[in-house]
């Protein structure tokens, strides 16, 4: 009964919390909050990153890790592509069909070898960090940019890895299954111009 | 009871909260403090510095010790060398430096321990040159780059023991290699920058 009391207390402490204004929103801080929002706010980005950690969660070790520790290299070449202004055809495009076929994989739980899964993980790493590239020479801090969108893509991926930990349970592989087929439509409706 | 006048105290110091301030007033103690946090706060120095505590956490004992003794020295000496003469803008470097580090802490590639106390060193040259208070007075700077040199050695001394923590267990020692692909990543973006602008400028 005392740990409630305390527990509301605290709970009703933190709802009166005053802003704590330490920093304004330009240079490093504005670079690295916008940097973090972009594939955030896009939510072709946050569906096929998402599906990247359910996939790596089907597939396994050592899938499940080597899948968040290389995209970010790739999609750091792709990047580059983007900020040296090489044209990729049809990025947005791209991004769409990745959220597609990644949520068809996770629906379907395929399981092919793993230097396919990294090579269609890496094809659409390259357009996903092209469409997030072209943004960095005109973000106020390109470190903190980049860092900002490298950080928020390897969370997303986090967050799919761990909610693909349910597959160990049988109602949650079909709730995992169920998720890659929402990401699938969701791919469509952005191909159609829906969404 | 004890502990029940401990949850009561507790609850009444979070009713009394007063504003936070984000940096010191006090004259003297600022500069100082001013320089702890100057690696912190730019982002080529506080992932280089990162990186490469993430990468000496994966070693053993032996080599850690003497990479950060190394690094000790290297900065000491390129702090005095900032103070006496002037620092020098190495921007352009340690991007590429930061991708290095990260690369290796993502893949552990098996290196000779020589390595790591050379590339501490050079974090340290680059980082300490890189760490001029330009437009402070004389007695300024002489507290600022105390300060600064204090953050970049905690900063990398915690980055290694958090790294040597989690190389330990297996999950958190994948974390440290995404973490490292995180900077490699970074930097490789921000080096195809400096490039892009090269190629832009040649065309």
Redesign the interface.
């Known amino acids: 009964m005392k740990q409630k009391y305390s527990l509301a207390a605290a709970f009703l402490l933190l709802l009166i919390a005053g802003t704590a204004s330490a920093h304004d929103g330009t240079g490093t801080v504005g670079g690295f909050t916008s940097g973090f929002m972009h594939p955030v706010l896009g939510w072709d980005h946050v569906v096929a990153m998402v599906a990247v950690g359910l996939w790596g969660a089907f597939l396994g070790r050592p899938a499940i890790w080597i899948l968040p520790v290389v995209f970010p290299l790739v999609m750091a070449f792709g990047g580059a592509l983007g900020v040296a202004g090489v044209a990729l055809p049809a990025v947005e495009t791209g991004i769409a069909v990745s959220a597609v076929v990644l949520g068809i994989m996770v629906a379907l739980a395929a399981k092919p070898p793993i230097w396919i899964a990294a090579v269609i993980v890496g094809v659409f790493a390259i357009f996903h960090g092209h469409a997030h590239g072209t943004e960095l020479p005109t973000a106020a801090n390109p470190f903190a940019y980049a860092l900002g969108f490298v950080i928020a893509t390897g969370l997303l991926h986090i967050c799919g890895i761990a909610f693909g930990q349910l597959i160990k349970w049988p109602a949650g592989r079909v709730a995992v299954r169920t998720v890659g087929g929402l990401i699938a439509l969701a791919g469509v409706a952005f191909l159609a111009g829906y969404a | 009871m004890t502990s029940?006048i401990h949850?009561a105290l507790a609850?009444a110091l979070?009713?009394l909260?007063a504003s936070?301030q984000?940096h010191s007033p006090i004259e003297g103690i600022g500069d100082f403090y001013n320089g702890v946090l100057h690696p912190l706060?730019?982002?080529?120095h506080v992932?280089t510095l990162l990186a490469s505590g993430l990468l000496l956490g994966q070693q053993r004992t032996s080599v850690v010790r003497t990479s950060l003794w190394t690094f000790l020295v290297v900065i000491v000496a390129g702090l005095a060398q900032v103070a006496l003469n002037r620092g020098y803008s190495v921007e352009a470097y340690l991007?590429a430096l930061a991708a290095i580090i990260g690369?290796l802490v993502?893949f552990r590639l098996k290196l000779p321990g020589a390595i790591f106390p050379v590339l501490l060193a050079l974090v340290g040259l680059l980082v300490s040159t890189d760490s001029d208070p330009e437009g402070l007075a004389r007695s300024a700077r002489l507290a600022f780059l105390p300060g600064a040199g204090l953050g970049m050695l905690v900063t990398v001394l915690y980055a290694s023991a958090l790294s040597h923590f989690c190389m330990r267990r297996e999950w958190p020692s994948?974390g440290v290699?995404?973490a490292g692909?995180?900077?490699?990543?970074?930097?490789?973006?921000?080096?195809?920058?400096s490039?892009?602008g090269v190629?832009?400028a040649a065309g």
């Open positions: 029940g949850r609850l979070l009713v909260p936070a984000a706060i730019v982002p080529e992932l991007p690369l993502t994948i290699r995404i692909s995180w900077v490699a990543a970074s930097a490789m973006l921000v080096l195809s920058l490039f892009a190629f832009t």
